[in-house]
C-alpha cells in the first residue's frame, strides 16, 4: 500500500498498445506495477476515439474494467486547447471552434467524462495562434479563452492543467506562467515536460530555467526525455511534430529530470502540498514516453518502452532517496 511522502506515478496508457484496446492497455499498466493511469485514446471494440468521446455505456465499461485490474484513472488526456486561438487560415490542419460552442460542447463532455471515470484532473492545451505569430502576441486572447474553460471546470470540481508544448501560445515556461498569473485561478494548473521543450531547441539548463519558471503554478509533471540537440537554439520556434523521433527514457536523455527530482528531494513539502490541492496524495509523475516517436497527437512506446520508461523513472527517484509507490507486492482487487 501506498505510504506518506512519495511520488505517485502514472503513464498514458494508450502508449502502450498499437491497436489501443483497452485491455491491452490495463494488463500493460498494470504489469508494469502502476496503480494508475491517463486515459487518452481508446478502443473497447468500437474503433479507437478519444476518451472525452465516450459513451455512457463505455463509461460505465471503462470504471468495471479499472475495478477488475485494480487501477484508477490520474487524468484525462483530453485534447481541449488543440485548437485554433482564431478562424484564421495559416497552412495548418488545426480546425477552428467558436468559444462558446466549444465550452458547452468538448469542454463540458470533458468535464462529465472525468466525473465519470473518477479523476479530478484534466490534461489541456492553450490553443494554436497563428502559424509565425510571436506568441506573447496573443497570451491575453489564450486567457480569454481559457478563463470560461478553467470556470467550468471548477463548476464540476476538476482543475485543468497546461502542457506546455510547442507551437501554442504556452509554448514555453515563461509563457505559461504569465497566463497561469494572470488568471490567478484555483482551478488552473501548469504541467512541466522535458521532451516538449528540448525538442524546440532548448539546452538541457534552458529547459530547467522553464521548469523554474513554471513551479509557482506546477500541477503535475509528465515524463517524456530527448536527446539533446547538438546546437540548441533556446528559442521556441515551429516545430515540425510529426517528424520527432528520437524521445528518450530517463536514464538516456538530457538529464534534466534529474535535477528536477533533485529539487522535488529538496522541498518536498511544498510538492506534496500543492499536490494535496489537486486531492493527490503527492507530487504526481505520468510518464509519456514517445520511445518509439511522437507526435502531435501522442504516440507509441509498446509494453517493452513503457517497462524501460517506467524503470528507468523509478530508478531515478530511487537513486535521488525519493519513494514512488509502483506496486511491489500483489492486492487484494
Known sequence: MTTDRQVLLSAFADEASASKR???????????????????????GDGVKNAIDLTPGERARVVELNRQFGLGVATLGSPIGKVKLFDFDDGTANRYV???????????????????????????????????????????????RLGPI???????????????????????????????????????????????????????????????????????????????????TDTAGYVEEDALSDYRAVDAGSGVYQRVI?????DFDAHAAKAEKLGLAGPLFDLEPHVRGGGQYGWYSGPDGLGVAMRALCSALEEAGCAHDRRGTVEPL
Open 262 to 266: 533533485a529539487d522535488l528531494k529538496g
Open 98 to 144: 467558436p468559444p462558446e460552442h466549444y465550452l458547452a460542447e468538448d469542454v463540458t463532455r470533458a468535464c462529465e467524462i472525468a466525473n465519470a471515470l473518477g479523476t479530478g484532473l484534466i490534461r489541456g492545451f492553450s490553443f494554436y495562434p497563428p502559424k509565425g505569430d510571436d506568441p506573447q502576441a496573443h497570451v491575453a486572447a489564450a486567457v480569454d
Open 150 to 232: 478553467a470556470e467550468r471546470c471548477a463548476a464540476h470540481g476538476l482543475v485543468f492543467g497546461l502542457e506546455v508544448e510547442a507551437n501554442l501560445v504556452g509554448r514555453t515556461g515563461g509563457l505559461l506562467k504569465e497566463i497561469h498569473a494572470q488568471l490567478a485561478d484555483a482551478a488552473l494548473v501548469l504541467i512541466y515536460d522535458v521532451g516538449n521543450l528540448i525538442t524546440q531547441g532548448f539546452s538541457p539548463d534552458a529547459t530547467y530555467a522553464e521548469y523554474e519558471a513554471m513551479k509557482p503554478g506546477l500541477g503535475w509533471v509528465h515524463v517524456k526525455d530527448y536527446r539533446p540537440l547538438t546546437e540548441p
Open 22 to 44: 483497452f485491455e491491452e492497455q490495463l494488463t500493460a499498466v498494470a504489469a508494469v506495477g502502476l496503480r494508475r493511469y491517463t486515459v487518452r485514446f481508446i478502443d473497447l
